[in-house]
């Protein structure tokens, strides 16, 4: 892959404890539809469609598999927008952190890098996501391995002391639900640093699904005062939350990859390997461009006092 990033403003930085809104140097993307997804291959693909549509209760951000090696392939702008997130996070070196939704490691590596006398809980809910962290990591000692679903309690043994998230907590539907088990996993004064996708994320690929007649949207892309409500209600303090753009384009000949691995993998499952095929190329082809108009919601909260 030969992606050029185009980073927006790219502000990861500070600590302000109020809602921030950076603007967006790329104009959001517009789709009207069509592209070269022409009406015949709307009429093979339609009727499946309509069968299969939904908007995400059927979801329900559980965890599930995901492929390893391409998003190895094709992640890198992640693990590059990770490195972003902890830039703005402190560390003594002797911390321990959980990186909840390590995906293949990558992110983990380089807090792995930051921590020469910590640990770190490495959870993910994909089991193929932690076989290949595990190839990445697995030989170090300052790493423990946990497979399970944001969505249930979580069951560590141990208090930690910094919980990081990136390009995760926008499929899990109840972020209060899932900051309140992270308020209780986290020592008192423990810190929750977090990126994941936004108010207005990928509108541009949210057009070009409907472009393709399909009416499924299972993300969950908060706003920074949401965000901010959902953390206060949690238990946390000293909260910051802002919006940024982030925009990053492919190599045409990747986005589908893309699109496949990061993107629309949930429902592709459903769809099965025929329509799965058409839904993605009706979807790629809405497209006007290769670029997904990220926009991140970006998250550093303290955890309060345990309640007597
Ligand atoms: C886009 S990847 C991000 C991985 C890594 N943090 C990174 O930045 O490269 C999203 C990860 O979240 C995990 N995930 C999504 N929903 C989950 C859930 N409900 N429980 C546990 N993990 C989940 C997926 O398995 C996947 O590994």
């Known amino acids: 892959m030969t992606p050029s990033a185009m980073r927006g403003d790219g502000k990861t930085g500070g600590n302000t404890h109020s809602?921030?809104?950076?603007?967006?140097?790329?104009?959001?993307?517009?789709?009207?539809?069509?592209?070269?997804?022409?009406?015949f291959q709307r009429a093979r693909f339609q009727p499946v469609c309509d069968h299969l549509s939904m908007t995400?209760?059927?979801?329900?951000?559980?965890?599930?598999?995901?492929?390893?090696?391409?998003?190895?392939r094709v992640g890198a702008h992640m693990a590059h927008r990770g490195a972003g997130v902890l830039e703005r996070i402190e560390l003594r070196g002797s911390e321990t952190v959980l990186d909840a939704g390590c995906g293949t490691g990558r992110v983990t590596a380089q807090v792995l890098e930051r921590l020469p006398a910590g640990r770190v809980i490495a959870l993910d809910g994909s089991t193929a996501m932690l076989d290949r962290a595990r190839e990445r990591l697995g030989g170090?000692?300052?790493?423990?391995?946990?497979?399970?679903?944001?969505?249930?309690?979580?069951?560590?043994?141990?208090?930690?002391?910094?919980?990081?998230?990136?390009?995760?907590l926008h499929w899990v539907p109840d972020?209060?639900?899932?900051?309140?088990?992270?308020?209780?996993?986290?020592?008192?004064?423990?810190?929750?640093?977090?990126?994941?996708?936004?108010?207005?994320?990928?509108?541009g690929v949210q057009d070009a699904i409907?472009?393709?007649?399909?009416?499924?949207?299972?993300?969950?892309?908060?706003?920074?005062?949401?965000?901010?409500?959902?953390?206060?209600?949690?238990?946390?303090?000293e909260i910051a939350t802002w919006l940024s753009h982030d925009p990053f384009e492919l190599d045409r000949r990747d986005?589908?990859?893309?699109?496949?691995t990061v993107v629309l993998g949930s429902h592709l499952e459903r769809l099965g390997e025929a329509a799965g095929q058409l839904f993605l190329d009706a979807v790629a082809d809405a497209m006007p461009a290769p670029i997904i108009d990220?926009?991140?919601?970006?998250?550093?909260?303290?955890?309060?006092?345990?309640?007597?």
Request: charged share 25%; proline share 6%; with cysteine.
């Open 19 to 39: 809602h921030r809104h950076t603007s967006p140097k790329r104009s959001k993307l517009h789709f009207t539809g069509g592209g070269s997804y022409d009406i």
């Open 56 to 72: 995400g209760p059927r979801d329900a951000g559980r965890a599930r598999e995901w492929d390893a090696l391409s998003y190895d």
């Open 140 to 168: 170090d000692p300052r790493v423990h391995f946990i497979r399970a679903d944001l969505t249930e309690p979580l069951a560590l043994t141990e208090a930690v002391d910094v919980i990081v998230s990136t390009s995760t």
């Open 175 to 203: 972020h209060a639900g899932v900051f309140r088990r992270f308020a209780d996993a986290l020592n008192p004064g423990g810190r929750l640093h977090v990126d994941c996708g936004g108010a207005g994320n990928i509108t």
């Open 210 to 237: 409907r472009a393709a007649g399909v009416t499924w949207s299972p993300w969950n892309f908060r706003s920074d005062a949401q965000a901010r409500a959902d953390l206060e209600a949690a238990g946390f303090a």
């Open 255 to 260: 986005l589908k990859e893309y699109l496949r």
């Open 294 to 308: 990220y926009v991140r919601l970006n998250i550093d909260a303290v955890a309060g006092p345990t309640p007597p």
